[in-house]
């Protein structure tokens, strides 16, 4: 897959003249060994990018690390990453943690040599993770307990040495510490004793001699260093709110170590911008174990200068409840970030990344040579999706011009060692939930709750009731999709593409019509009804599935009797169904690639119309004008489709004749003659006016606005 090196609509992050949020921050400026000011010279803010799956936090990390590597200290770490969901094959579960492997890994990062200045050595982490580690060595073999403490101990080794020399030094202390844990005497204590000895070295430097005794400050330690590291061990053993313990100490350790690098050198030798911690996919063991360590001690007066920048699935953790909350354009020239003394979590800053805009995925797309309207036609699909947006170009580049559905439905090659699959596949495997995939296909047809209970109960697994549409709908919002009255799933662009799923899941689209006709059931009226409150939302599934004449008559024959607003609202969301491929006249599915709405549209089909056996006493041209404005509607509003410019002229003329036709609601109609089609061009959802404002129209919430 193509990589967009620049990346677009995230230059606050980046930039340098002026100096964007990062090279503020660390102070370097991004692909060079040149100092910028500190925008937070004593305590800084910890970072959270914000945002739903797709909208790039990932290529943000990824750029950020590739911006610093090799100028200051940088680790980056993906806490989905199966290095952190279980122990290693033979290690006790006891003494390993998400938390314990990431500082590790995070320190081997951080101790890679940088421009003007040589490896960062950990000794209390070091000794720390040592001690960890031990305690799970109760029936290890000698040989992989030399193994565990190696990796660890070459977090000691400063690089100064002569060749290879500190390998066998570490290889040396690994055997004394794997013979003493393996020896007579009590395992644990053996193990910290001959680790606190190697420190203590008289080749060792002596500041690490100062570090060996860094561990007596641990609570209850009696100021000995080895009795901390004990408590230590015991305490991570313990599990629960005693390993968190263990976990904040280790954490705190990792920062000392970083502090003690960059202080006590002489001004030459001053090491150029702060060290730099990523954290991908933050909201995910040991993210938590990561960032609130950090966020307590910083409240409680423990200061450090490393930059943490993390990226996080949506933004409700309760932990992060008083951070600071900016958009990345509102922080791209200062950050005006403030903590309160009172709240460890105000020490983080949440940036929520925004969509990106029509000129940034033009500038995407335009990389390829493509059709002059696809940038624009990927846009109002994707919303400005990230990870949509890139993936939809791809396929362009590789199947050639072709129409938004085709492109989804295509195979997209992304790695050259597999086989390519469809891109509408790919991308659900990135914005949703992989283990929810199934259900949330089914419920993406579902308004509400009730209804998507009732798709539960026809076309999912019978241990899937409602308490677990209700944590799904928890799970959405913990993801940072919107919530969106009327939708089950608030994402146009998550919807428009579970539902194409749900439309491909068999060949004769069988689980399709299943799921529209369960919720035409679902919303017929009941027979003592005085009123049919859920007709829209029938009439909404009976058009999915192709079937226009009830729609057409219910818009008929309440064009008089409702109020203007709520017609036009009815008229919008029924006209929303999802549309993939032409039905006939009886609904069932046309094999060419033909869509007839434009065609009813424009009134092309009115001579060969059969009037409906409905039609009694209403009026034949009011149903044909009804009738092409459906399919208008319909087809202008479809995030697959072009706006077709001659049906946005024909949605024009035809609202326009409508407006004559009913004196009360003339000013209304008027004005949805003017805005809709101006929308419908420019990608937005439909307006329904509104005498005493100017905004969406939207006013009563039902969300319907949504296309």
Avoid at 501 to 525: F, K, N, V
């Amino acid at each position: 897959m193509r990589v967009h090196r620049q990346l677009h609509g995230r230059g606050a992050l980046f930039d340098t003249d002026p100096a964007g949020l990062a090279p503020r921050l660390v102070g370097l400026r991004p692909h060079q060994h040149r100092a910028t000011a500190f925008e937070h010279p004593q305590e800084l803010p910890f970072v959270v990018l914000t945002g739903s799956r797709g909208r790039g936090k990932s290529a943000v990390l990824g750029e950020l690390r590739e911006a610093y590597k090799g100028h200051t200290p940088v680790a980056l770490i993906d806490c989905e990453a199966a290095e952190f969901a279980a122990p290693p094959a033979g290690r006790d579960a006891e003494a390993w943690s998400p938390v314990s492997q990431a500082l590790l890994v995070i320190a081997e990062q951080l101790a890679e040599p940088v421009t003007g200045a040589g490896r960062i050595i950990f000794p209390r982490l070091m000794s720390g993770l040592v001690a960890v580690a031990a305690g799970g060595w109760r029936d290890a073999d000698s040989e992989r307990i030399r193994r565990e403490v190696e990796r660890i101990l070459l977090l000691n080794e400063s690089g100064s040495w002569i060749a290879g020399f500190a390998g066998r030094w570490a290889g040396r202390v690994a055997a004394n510490v794997a013979a003493a844990a393996t020896g007579t005497g009590p395992l644990l204590s053996s193990a910290i004793e001959a680790t606190l000895e190697s420190i203590s070295d008289s080749f060792v430097h002596r500041r690490q001699q100062r570090a060996a005794t860094w561990w007596r400050d641990y609570p209850n330690a009696s100021r000995n260093a080895r009795r901390g590291l004990m408590l230590l061990s015991g305490h991570f053993r313990a599990g629960g709110t005693s390993r968190d313990h263990a976990e904040r100490h280790l954490v705190r350790a990792l920062l000392a170590d970083l502090t003690d690098a960059y202080t006590g050198m002489l001004p030459r030798m001053q090491r150029l911008g702060r060290p730099l911690v990523l954290v991908d996919n933050a909201q995910s063991a040991p993210g938590p174990g990561l960032t609130d360590p950090v966020l307590r001690d910083r409240s409680e007066g423990i200061a450090d200068q490393v930059v943490f920048i993390t990226a996080l699935r949506g933004e409700s953790r309760p932990a992060l409840r008083n951070a600071v909350r900016h958009t990345l354009p509102e922080v791209a020239r200062r950050t005006d970030w403030t903590p309160d003394p009172a709240s460890p979590s105000s020490r983080a800053l949440l940036v929520s990344l925004p969509p990106l805009s029509a000129d940034d995925t033009l500038h995407i797309v335009d990389e390829h040579p493509v059709p002059p309207q696809l940038p624009h036609a990927i846009h109002r699909l994707t919303g400005g999706n990230p990870l949509g947006t890139v993936l939809l170009t791809e396929s362009a580049a590789q199947n050639g011009t072709a129409s938004l559905g085709e492109l989804l439905t295509s195979d997209v090659r992304l790695h050259e060692d597999r086989d390519g699959r469809p891109a509408y596949v790919e991308l659900l495997d990135r914005l949703v939930p992989a283990e929810r995939l199934e259900e949330l296909t089914v419920l993406a047809a579902a308004h509400d709750h009730d209804s998507a209970t009732a798709l539960a109960e026809a076309l999912l697994p019978d241990d899937f009731g409602p308490a677990d549409v209700r944590a799904l709908q928890t799970r959405l919002v913990q993801e940072g999709l919107p919530e969106v009255p009327g939708r089950f799933v608030g994402d146009p662009f998550v919807r428009t593409l579970l539902l194409l799923r749900l439309h491909h899941r068999s060949a004769d689209h069988g689980r399709w019509r299943e799921a529209h006709e369960t919720l035409i059931a679902h919303y017929a009226p009941p027979p003592d009804a005085s009123d049919d409150a859920g007709a829209r939302y029938r009439l909404h599934h009976e058009l999915a599935l192709g079937a226009t004449e009830s729609a057409v008559a219910h818009l008929r024959d309440t064009f008089t009797t409702l109020d203007t607003r709520t017609w036009l609202r009815t008229l919008r969301f029924v006209a929303s169904a999802p549309y993939f491929h032409a039905h006939d006249a009886e609904g069932h599915d046309f094999d060419a690639r033909d869509d007839r709405r434009a065609a009813i549209a424009l009134g092309h089909t009115d001579a060969v119309q059969r009037m409906p056996d409905s039609l009694v006493d209403a009026d034949p041209a009011l149903h044909l004008r009804i009738r092409r404005l459906l399919h208008a509607v319909w087809q202008l509003t479809d995030p697959l489709a072009l706006p077709d410019p001659k049906v946005c002229d024909r949605l024009r003329f035809e609202l326009e004749q409508l407006s004559n036709l009913r004196p009360a609601g003339n000013a209304l109609l008027w004005r949805a003659s003017r805005d809709w089609p101006e929308d419908a061009l420019a990608g937005r959802p439909l307006r329904v006016p509104d005498d005493e404002d100017d905004g969406d129209g939207d006013s009563d919430g039902d969300g319907e606005g949504e296309a």
